[in-house]
């Protein structure tokens, strides 16, 4: 609901629901921003209000002989330099060179009609309603500068959005503006998602102190490095309990945050795009759109959160055709070939492929051009016909003649120097004036600033999208920009554009956006790409910090994530194959290994892995996501859709002698009587190592040929579990088998060496 209240005299907003409210006052034309978070009553506006009253301190008044009009005292939800606010400020003005003070001062609210949205900028869908509350430019010189303050509210979350328009004849420049601002009260702990190439996503937490602390990214992409979803969370907060505020942006370039304490304790809290080498020409007539910035609310620790933050993304940012649609289980054979491969090794993955169970059938990189590593071909379109003599349109036909749908790769933001593309077009790259190429991987960017290289993209990928029948894309981006300011954020706007023309036409086209990885793995991709590749980093140890990072913010259908082989090709850590598998269930589930090294054990192991990922694939993608006490280092990951709910309990490093593990579950009915299940797993014999010698009739050697044709061809079960008890016995935990200590085997044993992992399946007791 949104309302505007008169209480003596002052005009309040109020925009709220069940799930997240804010009020604002307005006092001297500012917007002060009364509260932001838990729902609250719109009666509860004047106690809010928060007066502070300046002594002999040096504050500046915003209005003379006014004590109580200390801005850098008072709460805002927007502010600017100049006026007496000395915290970060939200805004840079530039005029004939000069940083000008707009002092934005309210002059009207109406609603926000569709063709007011920036057609090319993404925008969550779906809003209950939507406000903008419009200021003016007191400033004598800038008469009829406006700002526009946006507020949308979603079942469970608000987005807001900044947009300046220049209705005076002055042209100014602007060197900052950020999407929201807001000062929330009282300490908090800051948690940041950081990484890099194969680490991405890693959640780290400090406190909100009065030092600033920033969240940003400089490489053009949202960035591995610090993504812009951020959560602000109260001292002790726990996975059940506690308040937690969860903060993100719709946008894919380099991005900026900030939180920071202020003397009377308010915490700032501004999102937006990075200000880094920023100064856009604002001319009298035009307007600036920021992207929307997103923040949601949960007094019931981070699993409340995680459902705030899933069901907006689910509902309100993915693209409307793939709104709750199940994702096909998809084998890609990049991980297997690399750029090694003609048709007939791909048609001899994809009868394997098709043969355990895999849907779709996705050709990476390597398929154009001259393309047989990565010094060539980028910018090219043409097909290899060394690879593929019958063209994408022979192999797509043979693909869907197995029964599979067929997905291409494609990385169009890019170039090799040797390449048809770049020896016709030079200059088409982006660079820096004077300096560079400087290569990433052998490339170099196409401008997408300029609109023939835009048409070149669009034409080049739609033309291949409707000659070869294809369902599904990778859209990949490998390198950083060596642009930044005007033009990097006018990169990203060329991009959507780009996204918007080869996209909006096809809405059937499952898109999943990659860039090395998770280096774009951000709410503006997600409005065209219902999934992200997380991470070259498959190792499903790795995964469970790079997943468990991402579920803070986006829900497990956004997540690419699949089964490679073993030992892993970055960490060279062996896994079993029922933990790449249990780690992979949280996420769109794909296959990317050579299957034709794959052992008969495997296909066994992998058909009835993909059969049970299909059994409760709607639960696994879109189910209500949350965590539950773990113990001993371990991490239980869980999904309900309120019929059955499923749990992965992980394991990494195991310790000897370990305590009895309990299986805790959340949200059943506690009155109600629940079957457990676990997922019936496969063990080979190797595992035992040279404890076989002691049950084998002649001593074996374990790296030999019989053991070693034993693993090919045959395994044990392994962890078999099942219980019935009531909800509360679950909420509460129910004893899982013995682990494996040395010695004994019978199916229940729980043979839990390191990086193991179990899922459990929970239906009511028919
Ligand atoms: C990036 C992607 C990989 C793969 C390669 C192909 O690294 O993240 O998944 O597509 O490019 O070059």
């Not at 200021?135 to 469970?156: C, I, K, V």
């Not at 709410?523 to 065209?528: P, R, S």
Request: proline share 5%; charged share 25%.
């Amino acid at each position: 609901m949104i309302r505007q209240i008169e209480k003596n005299g002052v005009k309040y907003y109020y925009i709220g629901n069940r799930a997240i409210c804010c009020m604002l006052k307005i006092a001297y034309g500012k917007a002060q921003l009364l509260h932001l978070g838990a729902p609250l009553s719109e009666d509860d506006c004047e106690a809010l209000c928060c007066e502070t009253v300046l002594g002999w301190e040096p504050g500046v008044l915003y209005r003379e002989g006014d004590t109580r009009s200390c801005l850098d005292e008072l709460p805002l939800a927007w502010s600017e330099r100049g006026t007496g606010d000395y915290r970060e400020t939200p805004v840079g003005l530039l005029y004939e060179g000069t940083e000008i003070c707009p002092d934005f001062v309210w002059s009207s609210a109406g609603e926000v009609n569709a063709e007011e949205y920036d057609a090319v900028l993404p925008h969550a869908r779906g809003a209950q309603e939507t406000v903008k509350l419009v200021f003016t430019s007191s400033n004598r010189l800038l008469e009829g500068l406006t700002l526009e303050l946006r507020f949308s509210l979603f079942e469970t979350a608000l987005v807001r959005q900044a947009v300046l328009i220049n209705r005076s004849d002055k042209p100014l420049k602007v060197t900052k503006l950020m999407s929201a601002c807001a000062d929330l009260q009282g300490s908090f702990m800051v948690s940041t998602f950081d990484g890099g190439w194969i680490r991405e996503a890693h959640i780290h937490t400090v406190p909100v102190t009065r030092s600033r602390v920033v969240n940003g990214s400089a490489g053009g992409f949202s960035s591995n490095r610090h993504n812009p979803g951020f959560l602000l969370s109260r001292p002790g907060v726990s996975d059940d309990a506690g308040e937690v505020y969860g903060f993100n942006l719709l946008w894919s370039g380099n991005h900026y945050s900030s939180v920071q304490r202020s003397s009377v304790g308010f915490t700032r809290v501004l999102q937006g795009i990075s200000p880094d080498g920023l100064c856009l020409d604002l001319l009298p007539g035009g307007r600036i759109e920021m992207p929307e910035a997103v923040a949601a609310w949960s007094g019931h620790g981070y699993n409340g959160l995680m459902e705030n933050m899933h069901r907006f993304v689910n509902e309100s940012v993915i693209p409307e055709a793939w709104r709750y649609q199940e994702r096909p289980v998809l084998y890609n054979n990049w991980e297997g070939c690399m750029f090694k491969f003609n048709e007939g090794k791909l048609l001899s993955l994809a009868k394997k492929a098709k043969k355990i169970g895999c849907e779709l059938f996705v050709l990476d990189d390597g398929w154009f051009g001259e393309r047989d590593n990565d010094q060539a071909g980028l910018g090219d379109y043409s097909v290899n016909r060394r690879k593929l003599p019958n063209g994408l349109e022979g192999l797509s036909k043979k693909i869907h003649d197995l029964g599979m749908q067929f997905g291409l790769w494609f990385e169009p933001e890019a170039v090799n120097p040797d390449s048809d593309c770049f020896r016709q077009h030079p200059d088409w790259v982006l660079s820096s004036p004077g300096t560079g190429p400087f290569y990433a991987r052998n490339e170099l960017l196409l401008d997408l600033t300029k609109p023939e290289v835009r048409d070149y993209i669009v034409e080049s990928v739609s033309a291949i999208l409707d000659k070869a029948d294809i369902q599904y894309v990778k859209w990949d981006m490998n390198r950083n920009s060596p642009v930044s300011g005007n033009k990097a954020y006018e990169y990203i706007l060329g991009l959507y554009d780009v996204l918007h023309r080869i996209f909006d036409s096809r809405p059937r086209i499952l898109l999943e956006s990659c860039a090395s990885g998770g280096n774009r793995f951000d709410l503006g991709m997600l409005c065209f790409s219902p999934q992200i590749w997380a991470s070259d980093d498959t190792d499903p140890v790795e995964r469970l910090d790079i997943q468990n990072g991402l579920y803070y913010l986006y829900p497990q259908s956004t997540i690419g994530a699949h089964v490679s082989a073993a030992p892993h090709g970055v960490t060279l850590r062996a896994t079993p194959m029922s933990t790449r598998s249990n780690v992979a269930f949280f996420g769109d589930f794909g296959v990317e290994f050579d299957l034709d090294s794959m052992k008969p054990v495997d296909e066994v192991e992998l058909k009835e892995t993909i059969a049970y990922y299909k059994q409760h694939r709607k639960t696994f993608q879109f189910g209500c996501f949350s965590r539950n006490g773990a113990e001993e280092g371990a991490l239980c990951w869980q999904v309900s859709d309120g019929k059955e709910t499923i749990c992965g309990l992980f394991h990494k490093l195991i310790s000897a002698g370990p305590e009895i593990e309990w299986l805790r579950v959340n949200g059943l009915d506690p009155d109600r009587t629940w079957h457990v299940e676990a997922r019936s797993q496969l063990l080979r014999v190797g595992v035992y190592g040279s404890l076989l010698r002691f049950v084998t009739p002649v001593p074996l050697d374990t790296e030999g040929t019989i053991i070693r044709l034993a693993d090919r061809h045959y395994q044990m079960r392994d962890g078999g579990f099942s219980a019935e008890c009531s909800g509360a016995a679950l909420q509460s935990g129910i004893p899982l088998g013995k682990r494996f200590t040395g010695t004994g085997y019978d199916a229940s044993l729980r043979v839990q060496g390191d990086f193991q992992s179990n899922v459990f399946c929970i239906v009511p007791k028919t």
